[in-house]
């Protein structure tokens, strides 16, 4: 068996963030169920430390009135109305751009690699418009994203509203991955121009970094069924795990 606790929580611990497994999109069609969700069905509410939403946008287009929109059931009137402030041609769905200007307002400038990252976790390889999202994979995706500012908070101890290296390896031990120091080293450099020292990362940056290592994680258990800390993929089977969480 592999030592995934050398460095603290193994994957398959089940995390120590409210013992709750991290955040994350819906699993692809492929991949085993969680066992527990934070999509909008997941009946925890709507969680006081979110952002108030963008201000609504007026007008309902050419002419021809707004396309009926159906959020899921439950769904807080404050997310609905970012939704909607974020649908500007209101056809129903938000692009990558329409997005990007939701979720800066709500928390702060998310880059536009950060949004496509997530476009694409949250609509799935399987999506008939993996361009545009529309309104139930945004309520997910914004209640994953209040999840995520838990933990962001929870480990920016200096407040600096930014994650170190040292609170970037106890945000995620605190969820179930126990990331080594080599590791961390390269997740902080690869978004601080290639130097791993005195980096540190924004709230998108962080949201990023944290749904690659689940990603990545959650792909190479698929194939360490035992838990043994190895894999046999073959290159074909390599390239299909990593390319989709590289983005431009």
Not at 37 to 48: D, L, R
Not at 72 to 94: K, L, M, N, Q, W
Request: proline share 11%.
């Amino acid at each position: 068996m592999a030592d995934y606790n050398r460095y603290g929580h193994g994957y398959g611990a089940g995390g120590g963030y409210g013992n709750v497994p991290p955040p994350s999109a819906p699993p692809a069609p492929t991949s085993a169920p969680p066992s527990s969700s934070y999509g909008y069905g997941g009946g925890g509410g709507y969680p006081s430390a979110y952002p108030p939403p963008p201000p609504p946008h007026q007008g309902f287009g050419f002419g021809y009135g707004p396309a009926p929109v159906a959020f899921p059931p439950g769904t807080h009137p404050d997310v609905e109305r970012a939704f909607r402030a974020a649908d500007r041609d209101c056809s129903g769905a938000i692009d990558e751009h329409e997005l990007q200007g939701a979720l800066s307002t709500a928390y702060h400038r998310f880059s536009i690699r950060t949004v496509r990252l997530l476009m694409f976790l949250f609509n799935g390889p399987a999506s008939s418009a993996p361009s545009r999202m529309g309104p139930a994979q945004f309520v997910s995706l914004w209640n994953c994203l209040g999840q995520w500012r838990g933990i962001f908070d929870r480990y920016d101890r200096d407040r600096s509203g930014k994650i170190d290296s040292r609170e970037l390896t106890e945000a995620l031990r605190s969820i179930g991955y126990a990331v080594p120091p080599s590791v961390i080293e390269l997740l902080i450099a690869n978004y601080n121009n290639g130097v791993p020292s005195h980096g540190a990362l924004d709230f998108d940056n962080f949201v990023e970094c944290g749904m690659i290592v689940k990603g990545l994680t959650e792909k190479f258990k698929e194939k360490d069924t035992r838990y043994t800390g190895s894999a046999t993929l073959s290159y074909d089977g390599f390239l299909s795990m990593v390319i989709p969480f590289i983005v431009p």
